[in-house]
C-alpha cells in the first residue's frame, strides 16, 4: 500500500496503541447498547461494534471489555436495546461513553422487551433477546436475535480516527 509502513515489530508482536489507530481507519457508526438488570438497574454504553450478522435468523453482534462494570448486567439481562444514533446525538453518546453512576441522568426512557431502556431520537432501534455469547480475547462478544424493530430517516452519527464526522459529500 502507497504511503503505509508494516507495523510489525522486529519481534512479531504488535503494539496495542498502534493497531487501535489502524483499526481507527475504519468508519462505524455509533450506537448505545441499554437492557435492565435483574434489580431493576438500567445500564448503557456507546458502542461501534455493532454489526449486522444473518438475516435468517435475524442476529445482531456487539463486543464489551471483560473490565466493563456493566459486564454482569449483560450477561444476565434477557434482552438488550441497540440504538443507532442520528449525527445530531453526539453529546448523547458521550453521556453513554464516559463512567458515570448514572448515565441515563436527563434522559428520558420507556421500556422495551426485557425491561430494556429504550432512548428516543434514534434512526434506528434493534430490540434483542441476548442469544448468544463468546469470548473473544479481552471483550465478550453478544449475538441479539432481533424480535423488533424501527428504522427512520436521517443521517447516522460516525465514528473515525477517534472523532466523530459526517457523511462525505459527492464531489459536483
Not at 2 to 8: E, V
Not at 90 to 112: I, N, W
Not at 149 to 163: I, S, T
Amino acid at each position: 500500500m502507497a504511503g503505509t509502513t508494516d507495523k510489525n515489530g522486529k519481534d512479531g508482536k504488535i503494539d496495542p496503541r498502534e493497531l487501535r489507530d489502524a483499526l481507527g481507519c475504519f468508519t462505524t457508526g455509533v450506537t448505545i447498547i441499554t437492557a435492565r438488570g435483574d434489580d431493576g438497574r438500567c445500564v448503557g454504553l456507546t458502542a461501534n461494534s455493532f454489526s449486522s450478522v444473518s438475516l435468517d435468523p435475524p442476529l445482531v453482534s456487539w463486543s464489551l471489555s471483560l473490565y466493563a462494570p456493566s459486564l454482569a448486567v449483560f450477561q444476565d439481562a434477557s434482552h438488550f436495546a441497540v440504538h443507532v444514533l442520528a449525527r445530531d446525538q453526539e453529546d448523547l453518546a458521550m453521556q453513554f461513553a464516559r463512567s458515570a453512576e448514572d448515565k441515563f441522568a436527563g434522559v428520558e426512557t420507556v421500556p422495551g422487551l426485557g425491561g430494556a431502556p429504550l432512548l428516543e431520537g434514534a434512526i434506528a432501534r434493534f430490540q434483542c433477546a441476548n442469544a448468544y455469547r463468546y469470548y473473544g480475547g479481552d471483550h465478550i462478544i453478544f449475538l441479539g436475535m432481533v424480535e423488533t424493530f424501527e428504522a427512520g430517516d436521517g443521517e447516522p452519527l460516525l465514528f473515525c480516527r477517534g472523532a466523530f464526522g459526517d457523511l462525505a459529500k459527492p464531489a459536483k
